[in-house]
């Protein structure tokens, strides 16, 4: 009996074992496509976005490894911790083979799947997704997968997604010295200058002779790549090298579109509002489960009213209960050529009443800041704290030709801001400030 209990002891210490080894190969499955880099450069600065325009978030020291994401115009996204990701230059790292990375695919197995902004339950959640839905997984932790969500990333509970064979495959570039994969020659093709003061070289290199001082928003014919430099021809015939990383590529086709241009009074202008959430995209929740877009909706009724007594003419992206997808709404200011676009939404933190207030955010800094700042700076107004403007990478922002800004108007899992997120008259002072402020913004 002795000996027959030990074997048994034997074999579940064994079978132990043999799960925790699957286990940890099925984890390891989901990572080994993961391409990682190292830090060539002594200091490395993560940026918010893929340019030299966006700011700083982190610094990263020589030798570190990173994982790649995903990669823009020579710019890597990165990995930087299980909830944080950023932007690094390509030609500050060490990267001998960053050729084709592949992520798993898998299907979402259950309808009204929570997405989260990191892998706790209590996290803000992004989204919910539908049974069927694809995701592209990047990363398996204990019972969460990290996965592809807009330009960023997300986090949802390994039970709710089926892995499949299938794999999602974006192509990247050897860093060999060579970037004429940075751009193809089409006379369709322009090159933007995105700040005030950009040199024109003589040579592609930060040494070569300044043939001249570029402004922001001139258009130049794109002739060829030379290694991160591209050789182009000003309007006055006049050619060079610019930067590839301060400059943004365009069509002459959306030309007007890349740099619109803008009402010279509210009364002129062409408002897009954009309530957030609707449908089966209830948005974030109250203490007492209130959707976030029932009040999404209401505040943009009293703004549309009253920047239509001011003149404007005022678009909305819904005007009911109804389900509209992101690409749709940010489309809707680009068809319309729309003066401003105005996505209105309430915020909610991981913990209830840990956070209060009011953020603006922009995307793109040359077209969409100055917006963000006119409209926060009226927003001292109110009665909740105000907490500045942010870079957010939002895709009905990024995906806006137009100015364009996400506002977060009170956090309503916060006790306190809920209970002006409910009241007409804050709405009456939200809608105000955004008449004064845009007022302001089309002198």
């Given at each position: 009996?002795?000996t027959?209990?030990?074997k ?10 043999g ?12 990572m080994a496509?993961s ?14 976005g ?11 020291n020589?030798g ?12 890597y ?7 944080e ?9 060490k ?19 929570p997405?989260?902004?990191s892998?706790?339950?209590g ?7 539908n049974?069927g ?41 050897t ?7 940075l ?7 322009v090159v ?39 050789q ?9 090298y ?25 009364a002129?202008a ?7 959430h ?5 948005g974030?929740?109250s ?16 703004i ?9 003419n ?10 509209v ?6 489309q809707a ?9 105005i ?15 009011t953020?603006?955010?922009?995307y793109?800094?040359?077209?969409d800041?100055k ?6 700076e009226?927003?001292?107004n ?18 806006n030709?137009?100015p ?18 409910t ?7 939200v809608?105000?400030d955004?008449?004064i402020?845009?007022?302001?913004y089309f002198?």
């Open positions: 009996m002795k027959f209990l030990h048994l002891w034997q074999w579940r210490l064994w079978l132990i074992v799960l925790a080894i699957l286990g940890s190969i099925g984890t390891t499955i989901v496509n391409q990682q880099v190292v830090v060539q450069a002594n200091v490395l600065n993560v940026r918010k893929p340019g030299l325009a966006y700011d700083v978030t982190a610094q990263v020589k570190q490894r990173l994982t790649v994401i995903d990669e823009r115009n020579e710019w996204e990165v990995r930087l911790s299980e909830t990701v950023g932007w690094v230059a390509s030609w500050l790292i990267n001998t083979e960053v050729s084709a990375t592949s992520n798993r695919i898998g299907l979402v197995n259950e309808g009204s799947t997405l989260y902004v892998n706790n339950t996290a803000k959640q992004l989204k919910q997704l049974a839905d694809k995701v592209t997984v990047l990363y398996q932790e204990g019972d969460w997968l990290e996965v592809k969500y807009e330009d960023s990333v997300a986090w949802l509970l390994t039970s709710k997604v089926k892995l499949t064979d299938q794999v999602e495959s974006t192509a990247k570039t860093n060999t010295g060579d970037s004429s994969s751009l193809t020659k089409s006379s369709n093709q933007i200058i995105d700040t005030d003061n950009t040199a024109l070289r003589e040579q592609p290199n930060a040494e070569a002779t300044v043939v001249q001082k570029l402004a922001a928003k001139t258009a130049l014919t794109y002739l060829k790549t030379v290694n991160q430099w591209y182009v021809k000003t309007a006055a015939g006049k050619t060079g610019v930067a590839s990383w301060v400059v943004s590529i365009a069509d002459k086709s959306t030309l007007d579109d890349t740099m619109p241009k803008i009402a010279s009074n509210l002129e062409t408002i897009v509002l954009d309530p957030g609707g449908g089966n995209d209830v974030a929740l203490q007492t489960s209130k959707y976030e877009k029932s009040y999404t909706l209401a505040v943009a009724n009293v549309e009213n009253k920047l239509k007594d001011a003149g404007a005022v678009v909305m992206t819904r005007t009911d209960d109804s389900f997808d992101l690409a749709p709404r940010a200011a680009n068809k319309l050529k729309a003066d401003a676009f996505s209105l939404h309430f915020d909610s933190s991981e913990t209830a009443n840990s956070a209060t207030g953020t603006t955010y922009f793109h800094d040359n077209r800041k917006l963000a700042q006119v409209l926060n009226q927003f001292n109110l009665p909740l704290t105000n907490r500045g403007i942010e870079y957010g990478n939002f895709q009905v922002l990024r995906d030709q137009r364009a800004v996400l506002l977060e108007l009170g956090y309503i899992n916060n006790s306190k801001d809920f209970s002006y997120i009241k007409s008259s804050y709405y009456n002072k809608a105000n955004i008449v402020a845009l007022t302001n002198k």
